[in-house]
């Protein structure tokens, strides 16, 4: 079973709105108070938690570990309106995933089965090292390929993805190989570095389901 608590200033009303939305998931709690969310979330124990906050610079470290730990996660789906670096790298974790908010439920119920769906990765702890992003699944030309084809039908879903897959592809080359004049340089390029591949490499799932459901061959 795939249990989910949700912790944020929206869900609560996005689930009376879209019940449905989140599917078979099984969401066990959901509210805006950290105080009731400690009391009565542990005894639950779900496997995912999603955590949404407006400004991750109001975010005390600590947090999203202690959360975790309190109720026994797996792991941590962490939306937020405003970024902040330092907070991103220190959490940086096969168990701690960013998303960039607000955040429908459609969006967080496809990273839930994704992050439960990965084989398990050994670890230490919440704060292990990053993994490393596989590398680029389709090259230029299949891309360009895609969103040639599949303006030939009415779904531009491939055609789409494609281009996010592209611009993103590119946007990870320039930070790989961006100037980095001293260690903070060094350690915020590379933190956009793997950021931006993570999400190369989630765009890039997305198409090859797209592709093989479209029986597309390349």
């Keep these: 079973m795939k249990k989910l ?10 689930l009376r709105v879209n019940p449905r939305a989140l599917g078979e998931l099984d969401v066990v709690w959901v509210g805006e108070s950290q105080e009731v969310f400690r ?7 779900p496997n995912v938690l999603a955590l949404d906050f407006t400004d991750l610079g109001k975010v005390p470290p600590q947090l999203v570990p202690e959360l975790m730990e309190l109720t026994g996660a797996r792991h941590a789906l962490v939306s937020y309106r405003q970024t902040h670096h330092a907070l991103l790298e220190s959490l940086s974790s096969p168990r701690v995933r960013f998303i960039q908010g607000p955040t429908p439920l459609s969006v967080l119920r496809a990273h839930v089965h994704r992050v439960l769906d990965e084989p398990r990765r050994p670890e230490s702890n919440v704060l292990g090292m990053p993994r490393v992003p596989r590398p680029p699944r389709f ?4 891309l360009g390929q895609l969103m040639e084809l599949s303006t030939r039908g009415s779904c531009e879903c ?3 993805l494609a281009r996010l897959v592209g611009g993103l592809r590119g946007f990870e080359e320039y930070a790989g190989g961006c100037e980095r004049p001293d260690e903070k340089e060094l350690r915020l390029h590379g933190l956009l570095h793997r950021q931006v591949a993570l999400a190369r490499e989630a765009l890039e799932d997305g198409l090859v389901a797209l592709l093989d459901h479209q029986n597309i061959r390349l």
């Design 5 to 14: 608590a949700m912790l944020g200033d929206t869900y609560p009303s996005q």
């Design 39 to 45: 009391a009565e979330v542990p005894r639950l124990r």
């Design 139 to 142: 090259s230029p030309e299949q």
């Design 158 to 160: 491939a055609h789409q």
